[in-house]
Nanobody, 118 residues
Framework: QVQLVESGGGLVQPGGSLRLSCAAS????????MGWYRQGPGKERELVSS???????NYADSVKGRFTISRDNAKNTVYLQMNILKPEDTAVYYC????????????WGQGTQVTVSS
């Protein structure tokens, strides 16, 4: 059974930091590209950042210079370090893993709430 379990969300003041973790099980983690998405109140889900199997990273313009994605294949975990948080970063953050090699598959975590407020 495949599971992606996010953790690390919470309430933080503007300018603060959080580190999200997504622990994967039931997959060969090193075969998967991984990403973080978020869905704010009344908004559509959007890509925040992604990291390929080879370690190449990609960021949404709104988080460049503030967020850093990384992965530890030995721990089957992907991280999102979030610094200089803003109220507009408030959202449910979801972990996504996908394999483009056939058969292609996509897995989602259940999400973790991040609230940035004073």
């Amino acid at each position: 059974q495949v599971q992606l379990v996010e953790s690390g969300g919470g309430l933080v003041q503007p300018g603060g930091s959080l580190r999200l973790s997504c622990a994967a099980s039931g997959i060969i983690f090193s075969f998967f590209d991984m990403g973080w998405y978020r869905q704010g109140p009344g908004k559509e889900r959007e890509l925040v950042s992604s990291i390929t199997r080879g370690g190449n990273t990609n960021y949404a313009d709104s988080v460049k210079g503030r967020f850093t994605i990384s992965r530890d294949n030995a721990k089957n975990t992907v991280y999102l370090q979030m610094n200089i948080l803003k109220p507009e970063d408030t959202a449910v953050y979801y972990c996504r893993g996908w394999r483009t090699a056939l058969p292609a598959v996509v897995y989602w975590g259940q999400g973790t709430q991040v609230t940035v407020s004073s």
